[in-house]
């Protein structure tokens, strides 16, 4: 026969456990059904009248930081300021002057998501995000 | 070694299946939202102004005080959003008047003229042919540009002031503090610095691919005149060939590209 095997001080160990995963399980409980719901940009009346961005929304969502670190390089570095769009149009390239044109809602177009997502862009520490604001 | 059919066909067969698996790796690679990027086009702006080298030429005869300096000053600063710091220790310069002593040391003399000795004179950024400071940068936040401006990248600029301590003309300034509390009034188009960065002069940039001149020698009157040097037609070289000029601590060999009627 099997030597049985026994815990030793079962009641505190037991009590002990139970004590330890209520506290290490509560922040998951208190939070449980308070997911912050993902955040939907706002589009200004300017950006809805436009109907599309430089290019589509998938490609937008997924690339705009690209595409604006290629804008900066390609402005700041080579002094080729005017993009091309897929559809053959052609933008300035300019964050303060083209992306904020249309998006003139920085808190509720950019920031919303970046919060959301816990991202600092410190493209704003010198680009001045409303330029339309004072005209 | 001896190599038997079974093994060859064994080779063989992991060898095709290796192969037929990049198919399958480039359809992973590649979808409609990441990494399907094309390559993207970008053009130069139309209607820019280009030239080889750009260069500056500043009649000072036709300047008598002070007091003629200052809307041209007063032009660069408004549109660069530049900050105004009571401590001179902060003080951020793009363009600056300088007395004749301190401007040209080199030529410096003890029984000078009078008019020279009491004129302003507008001193900025050279935009150096050899430029020490785009030598001294560590991270090419300070680079040439192909048409001679020496410009700068402030996302790349790590504040660490090599290019301050090359400038034999003290054109560079340091941002010691946030500079936005202390713009009077921005200029909306333009970006601001932050703290952390030096700053020059960039030759109105921004302008030249508008097509415009830069502010300074838009606000002159026709005291400052800005053009191509390589090119033997423009006006800068009209007058440099018809005027004697000077430039600043020209032993240095930066071969500046701010010529001075004196």
């Known amino acids: ?135 | 070694m001896e190599n038997s059919r079974r093994t060859f066909l064994k080779i063989a067969g992991i060898s095709a299946l290796g192969l037929s698996a990049k198919p399958v790796f480039n359809a992973f690679a590649v979808s409609e939202e990441h990494g399907g990027k094309k390559e993207a086009k970008v053009l130069p702006k139309k209607g820019a102004l280009t030239a080889k080298r750009w260069a500056l030429v500043i009649d000072t005869t036709k300047f008598k005080s002070a007091k003629d300096l200052e809307p041209i000053i007063e032009a660069c600063h408004k549109i660069h959003n530049i900050p105004v710091f009571e401590n001179k220790r902060h003080e951020i310069k793009w363009i600056w008047e300088e007395e004749f002593k301190h401007a040209f040391p080199d030529l410096e003399n003890e029984h000078i003229n009078d008019r020279i000795k009491s004129l302003p004179f507008l001193v900025l950024c050279n935009q150096c042919q050899d430029a020490p400071c785009v030598r001294a940068c560590p991270t090419k936040a300070t680079f040439k540009q192909e048409d001679g401006i020496v410009a700068m990248d402030f996302h790349r600029c790590i504040g660490c002031r090599f290019c301050m301590a090359a400038c034999p003309y003290g054109s560079r300034s340091f941002n010691f503090r946030d500079p936005r509390p202390f713009i009077k009034e921005t200029n909306k188009k333009f970006p601001t610095r932050m703290k952390g960065v030096v700053e020059k002069c960039n030759f109105c940039s921004e302008l030249l691919a508008e097509g415009k001149q830069p502010a300074c020698v838009e606000a002159s009157g026709g005291a400052l005149i800005f053009g191509d040097l390589e090119d033997p037609e423009s006006e800068v070289r009209k007058l440099l060939k018809s005027n004697y000029t000077i430039r600043r601590k020209t032993a240095l060999g930066t071969g500046p590209s701010i010529y001075y009627i004196v």
């Open chain 1, 1 to 135: 026969m099997p030597e049985e095997k026994k815990i030793y001080n079962k009641g505190f160990v037991v009590a002990g456990l139970i004590i330890f995963i209520t506290i290490f399980m509560f922040p998951f409980w208190y939070n449980l059904g308070k997911a912050a719901p993902v955040p939907e940009p706002v589009l200004t009346e300017k950006a809805k009248a436009a109907k599309e961005c430089i290019e589509p929304k998938s490609y937008m969502k997924a690339e705009h930081m690209q595409i604006l670190d290629d804008w900066r390089s390609s402005v700041v570095r080579d002094e080729n300021r005017v993009y091309v769009s897929s559809k053959e149009k052609e933008f300035d390239m300019s964050l303060s002057n083209t992306c904020l044109d249309c998006h003139s809602n920085k808190a509720d177009f950019c920031d919303k998501c970046h919060n959301y997502a816990s991202v600092n862009p410190y493209c704003w520490d010198c680009h001045i995000d409303k330029p339309k604001e004072n005209k």
